[in-house]
């Protein structure tokens, strides 16, 4: 969501920086420049608002993912971390297997041509 605020803000920059070169640039009277600024400084504080509710609402959902992650580990059965770690185990012995054997016939190969 930071990237979003990030853009956001970026905007309300540009929109700022475009109202008051149009200020300073003497376009319109003074009553357009304020206007102009006005409507800019409304702009910001929307577009302030809008972020400060994106960001919050990703805040409320990583809480909610988080506390539903805790729920679904705490209802798990005893066994199944156990099990999880068996299986890990297994899976790297048969990918450091994969990988000697792989290294073996890498040798094998280069022996054979001569070692290029």
Known sequence: MNRFAHRGTAAVAALA???????????????SS??????????????????????????????????????????LPENAQEAVDKAQKQADKAAQQAQDQANQALEQAQQGSGGY
């Open 17 to 31: 920086l475009a109202a008051s070169g149009a200020a300073w640039a003497g376009c319109g009277d003074d009553d």
């Open 34 to 75: 304020d206007q102009v600024t006005d409507a800019v400084n409304n702009a910001v504080d929307q577009a302030n608002k809008k972020i400060n509710q994106g960001q919050n609402q990703a805040q409320d959902l990583q809480k909610q993912a988080e506390e539903q992650i805790n729920q679904a580990q705490k209802n």
